[in-house]
Each structure stands twice: as structure tokens, then as C-alpha cells.
């Protein structure tokens, strides 16, 4: 059966068994959008092509499967280069499919040309420049399976126009060598004798953490986790990128570690005998100054990637695993600590001295964000997937949600991307239509992507949207404060600029605002019972609020900066 390129395509994907594709066409992609009019996928028509870019990694962390977006040459393309750098440092699987001028114009700074794979080459798992109509079916193929094997991330596939509209003999690879990825072998066998010496660390501690991180996730072992976690008893901490991998009301579970984690969660690290990291990678937002993280702690360190392993902490034992494998095997092996019955006593009066807290709001003062997103939590059907932009809200909203499903919860890690919130729900409600998706956005993060509820609304997907309008830059403004002798540069956005509410409505959106607790209340019970058009909630809250605790960039973890109400306390 002979097919054009772009036809080729569009058939790769469906043998993919995608269902949705994020994009926007223009010139040098054009030919492929003609064949997508007869294609069982879906195509989500956005208004940027970051937008694109994001509703893709959205889609990916709800579903667990690849996103794909599409776009065209020059501008469409680096228009998606800061989602494939978010998905890149979040290991998130995505296939990016870029238009490309003609073969012949290529290096002649033609019309809407870049060299997109060389831009994008230090933030891709892989990509590919396909030379000819009958490389398509082999390049896509082998793009789905990079970026869903091993260590996820984004794949691109660059595809000229002239190589879309030539002709080609279709076929579809049917094994993994056909794939003609030399050297690329994402399965590891697990190494006994560094599993024993593993079981061996575990038997001689008293003060074990189970470190969890994003990879658990992205392995899918949340059940593997939670049997070893009961059978031995260890506490948990799941990382920012680890949310919902662990349920929030176990009652092993500690909390998020980090910046900004509960304290009983960043002290157990540092007091730890036995770090046991799971898909973490040591990032600097959990260990504060390296020198001073953890420093009583052996640590064993479970990774698919190699690179992970002594890149900042040392591994006294390091494990090349998808983490499901690994505590499989620790299992197997009967892996158990000694008593932890100090360890637990220690453990629960931190959690009883230093609960996460704020202040109580006031009947007619402003809202307290923690209060509206706990609020707004209390209110959610189970299973409600919550995403965010980039700030102090994404951080409260990590404190202040209790998360027990995997995949629940959507944000920028890595890159730390404002503006990722809104559209990233929008992929995540279209991946899993069944859930409640709520972003949970700061008016700065807001106004960087908002126009795609436009796309939301176009194209019947009810997401929820609360703004945290505090009418700064939230968390910069904390740092000038704590830091800078309250210079605030830069940093005021005002509260009335835009209006949020007309901003919605002129959108096709319904838009509500609230500014004290009987306001709040009624808003979030008025957006609970509209799931036919996307809403917007503007939520006008206090500007002087702080996200507690804080450890300050580059300083030990042991130096933590509790709420004022609990400064003082005997640590």
C-alpha cells in the first residue's frame, strides 16, 4: 500500500494507539493535518504552542502513557522548547512532532527554519531528522518506545515537507531490532550481590527513611511500595514529584521533604542512619547545603539511570532498577531494620510539635491561601487530579491537599515552568475525562498561559481554575522580604489588572470571585456543580503570606525556618 509521508504519519500514530494529539499547524506541518481530518485521533486545537507542549506533559503525568504534541518549523518549534525542557528535567514521556522546511532549503535560513534538533538536543532523551518518507514508521515507532522505557522523556521527530508529501511503501516495524537502536537497552538485570549488600545496610539500621521520588511513580510501583513500607515499617517521605505515590493518611507517611516540606519530613532525613532513595535524584531543593544533608546517613540509591548514581550524594550501595524490581527483590530477600521504637517516638513528637499550620483567616479579612486550598480540597470528589503553576501556591497546594492516588498530582518540578498550571490541566482532563481537574494557578503563572481557555472552551474541556490573587510575585516577593531588606523589585502585579472574572467570561469561561470566607465557600460549591464549561475563580488573597517551613537556598537543612507561631519550641 503506497501513502504520502504525512499519511505514513498519522498511520504510525494510530499503531501507536494514540488517541489525542496537542497542536497547531502552519506551513512546513500542513501536509500532516490533512490526513488527521480522517483519523480516529483527536486533535486539540491550541493557541500557543507552549501550550501544546504542556496539555502533552499533563496528559502523560495523569495517564501514565505518552503525550504527543504537534506544531511547525522556526517559531512553532521553539515555541515548545520549554515544555520539552520541563519534561526533560521531570522524566515525562513525550513525543514532540516538528514541521521542517523542505530538505533542499535546509541551511539556507529559509522561511520558518531552525535547527530544532540541534536546539533541542541537550533536552531530549533522542531526536530524529527524518531524511525520507520510509524512515517515518521506523522513527515513530522508536520515539514512543524511548520515551516510555527506561528513564521516560521527550523524544522529538523533526519532519521536512517535501518528506511528508513524497511517496512511500507502508510498513510498521514489528519487533524492537527493527527500532535500529544500537546500544540502547533500557532493561537491567539487577545485580544480587549489590541486593544483598543492600538487605545487609537495611538489617543494620535503626533510623531508616524510605526517600521516595518521582521515578517511583513514573515505574509504576506504588503497590510495591506500600507493601515494603508496611512489612517493614520505615517511615515515608514522598518529594514534590512523588505526591499522591504514597497515601497522605498512612500513618508512616512523614510528609513532602524539601525547601519547603513539613519539618518532621526534612528532619528525619538529616537524623536518618539509612537513606533508602527511590527514583530521587538528590535534587537541591531536597538536600539544602549537600555538605550538611544527611550527614549521619548510608544511603542506598535505586535508579534506572546509571547517571543518578554519586552525581551528588554518594551511594553506599546503588541499585540500576526500575524501582517496582528492586523492592520486589528486597522483599524476596526478607529486608528488615532493627527495632525502630525510638526512632517512631522521636519521629511522632516532631509531628506533634511542628504540624504544618497558618494563620486562622478572620471573617472579613483576606482569604488565606492554605485555607482556600484546603477548602477547596475538603469539597473534591475522590480521586480529584490538581495541578499548578510555579510559586508559593504550587507549594502550598503540596502541603495543603491530601493526596492518596498516584497520578493526582501535576507540577512543574525540574524547571520549576510558570504558567504550566492551566494548560497542563487541560491535558490532563482530556487523558482522564472520568476526574475533576482543578488547577490550583497564581495570578502571575495565570497570565502567562490563560489564553488556552480559549482551547478549553473550544473544545468542550471543563476544567477548574482557582487563582491565588495575591497580586504579586508571590514567592519573589517572600525572598525580598526575608532576604533583600523588603526591596521589593519588580514584583507587584496589582489585583484589579487584569479582571479576572471578565478575562473569564470573555473566554467563554464562567468566572467567580471571592474575598472572604462566606464568598469562598459559596464560589467553590458553585464551581463543584458546573462540569460543562471550563471556571475561573478569582480568590483575592493576603499578600503578606509566606510559605512555611523554609529552608533559604544554599543553607543546611538543620537550619529549617518554622511558622513564626512555632519559633522558639525546643527542637
Known amino acids: ?64 502513557r505518552a503525550g504527543v504534541a504537534m506544531v511547525t518549523s522556526g517559531p512553532g518549534a521553539t515555541n515548545i522548547v520549554t515544555p520539552i525542557g520541563n519534561a526533560h528535567m521531570d522524566s515525562t514521556p513525550l513525543v514532540v512532532i516538528t514541521g521542517q522546511v523542505a530538505t533542499g532549503s535546509i541551511g539556507t535560513d529559509a522561511f520558518q527554519e531552525c535547527d530544532i534538533t540541534g536546539i533541542t538536543m541537550g533536552i531530549t532523551k533522542h531526536n530524529f531528522l527524518v531524511q525520507s518518507a520510509q524512515e517515518i514508521p521506523r522513527a515513530v515507532a522508536a520515539a514512543f518506545h524511548l520515551a ?33 537502536l544500537p546500544g540502547y537497552r533500557p532493561e537491567i538485570a539487577l545485580d544480587e550481590d549489590a541486593v544483598d549488600r543492600a538487605v545487609q545496610l537495611i538489617a543494620e539500621s535503626e533510623r531508616p527513611v524510605l526517600y521516595v521520588g518521582g521515578g517511583t511513580l513514573k515505574s509504576n510501583a506504588t503497590n510495591e511500595l506500600l507493601a515494603f513500607a508496611e512489612r517493614t515499617g520505615m517511615p515515608v517521605v514522598t518529594t514534590l514529584m512523588a505526591r499522591g505515590a504514597f497515601p497522605d493518611s498512612h500513618e508512616q507517611h512523614l510528609g513532602m521533604p524539601g525547601m519547603h516540606g513539613v519539618y518532621t519530613a526534612v528532619t528525619a532525613l538529616q537524623r536518618a542512619d539509612l537513606l533508602i532513595s527511590l527514583g530521587a535524584r538528590f535534587d537541591d531543593r531536597v538536600t539544602g547545603k549537600i555538605s550538611a544533608f544527611a550527614a549521619g546517613a548510608k544511603v542506598i540509591h535505586v535508579d534506572i539511570d546509571r547517571a543518578e548514581f554519586n552525581k551528588v550524594r554518594h551511594a553506599d550501595v546503588a541499585l540500576q532498577s526500575n524501582v517496582g524490581a528492586a523492592l520486589r527483590a528486597l522483599d524476596a530477600q526478607g529486608a528488615t531494620p532493627a527495632s525502630m521504637d525510638a526512632w517512631w517516638r522521636e519521629i511522632r513528637s516532631w509531628q506533634e510539635t511542628y504540624p504544618l499550620v497558618y494563620d486562622e483567616p478572620t ?15 475538603e469539597k473534591a470528589e475522590p480521586g480529584t487530579i490538581v495541578t499548578s503553576g510555579v510559586g508559593q501556591h504550587q507549594m502550598w497546594a503540596a502541603q495543603f491537599w491530601d493526596f492518596e492516588e498516584p497520578r493526582t498530582w501535576i507540577n512543574s518540578g525540574g524547571a520549576g515552568t510558570m504558567g504550566f498550571g492551566v494548560p ?56 525580598q522580604e526575608m532576604f533583600y531588606e523588603e526591596r521589593y523589585s519588580e514584583v507587584y502585579l496589582s489585583a484589579d489588572l487584569p479582571d479576572y472574572v471578565k478575562w473569564a467570561e470573555a473566554m467563554g469561561c464562567v468566572g ?34 509566606k510559605v512555611f517551613p523554609m529552608v533559604a537556598s544554599g543553607a543546611s537543612n538543620d537550619d529549617i525556618i518554622v511558622h513564626p507561631s512555632q519559633q522558639g519550641r525546643a527542637r
Open 1 to 64: 500500500m503506497q501513502l504520502t509521508g504525512a499519511e505514513a504519519l498519522i498511520k504510525s500514530l494510530e499503531q501507536q494507539g494514540v488517541d489525542s494529539v496537542f497542536g497547531l499547524p502552519g506551513g512546513a506541518i500542513l501536509p500532516v493535518y490533512d490526513p488527521l481530518l480522517d483519523s480516529s485521533i483527536r486533535h486539540i486545537l491550541v493557541r500557543h504552542e507552549q501550550g501544546a507542549g504542556h496539555m502533552a506533559e499533563g496528559y502523560a503525568m495523569a495517564t501514565g
Open 148 to 180: 516510555t522505557t527506561g528513564r521516560p522523556g521527550p523524544v522529538l521527530i523533526d519532519v521536512p515537507k517535501d518528506v511528508t508529501q513524497s511517496m512511500m511503501d507502508w510498513w510498521y516495524p514489528s519487533t524492537i531490532e527493527e527500532y535500529d
Open 363 to 377: 471573617l472579613e479579612g483576606p482569604l488565606r491561601p492554605q485555607h482556600v486550598i484546603a477548602s477547596i480540597a
Open 424 to 479: 497542563a490541566a487541560i491535558g490532563a482532563k482530556v487523558g482522564r475525562p472520568d476526574r475533576t481537574v482543578w488547577c490550583i494557578d497564581g495570578d502571575g503563572c495565570f497570565q502567562m498561559t490563560a489564553q488556552e481557555l480559549v482551547t478549553a472552551r473550544a473544545e468542550g474541556i471543563p476544567i477548574k481554575v482557582a487563582i491565588l490573587n495575591n497580586a504579586y510575585l508571590g514567592m519573589v516577593r517572600q525572598w
Open 512 to 545: 467567580l470571585r471571592a474575598t472572604n470566607l462566606k464568598e469562598m465557600d459559596d464560589v467553590i460549591d458553585e464551581a463543584n456543580k458546573i462540569n460543562d464549561v471550563p471556571v475561573v475563580i478569582d480568590f483575592r488573597t493576603d499578600s503578606s503570606e
